[in-house]
């Protein structure tokens, strides 16, 4: 399985931006994918995650302002980021959950004025 990511950018704080995974399967054999993120110097963090029943996790430091969801006909699952602080600066990458799990390559997004 191969996951693109896409989506990252520059972005002031207070801005919004859309990422994008798109896997190289049909996400409904997919048992869960997610959103991490790793910033310089810390360890890979949840950010969020969605089932294939479209039940969805956040981690605490993002709710109310990230919004998981799955287009199961584009084989893509979005994160869109509202409300965007400089502390969400990180690579960001998509995970699939199969048998075994998959990672995308990895998208920067640098929240900064």
């Known amino acids: 399985v191969q996951l693109q990511a896409s989506g990252g950018g520059l972005v002031q704080p207070g801005g919004s931006l859309r990422l994008s995974c798109t896997a190289s399967?049909?996400?409904?054999?997919?048992?869960?994918m997610g959103w991490y993120r790793q910033a310089p110097g810390n360890q890979r963090e949840l950010v969020a995650t969605?089932?294939?029943?479209?039940?969805?996790n956040y981690a605490d430091s993002v709710k109310g302002r990230f919004t998981i969801s799955r287009d199961n006909a584009k084989n893509t699952v979005h994160l869109q980021m509202n409300s965007l602080k400089s502390e969400d600066t990180a690579v960001y990458y998509c995970?699939?959950?199969?048998?075994?799990?998959?990672w995308g390559q990895g998208t920067l997004v640098t929240v900064s004025s």
């Open positions: 995970k699939a959950v199969m048998v075994r799990n998959f």
């Open positions: 399967v049909s996400i409904l054999r997919i048992n869960l």
């Open positions: 969605i089932t294939r029943s479209s039940s969805t």
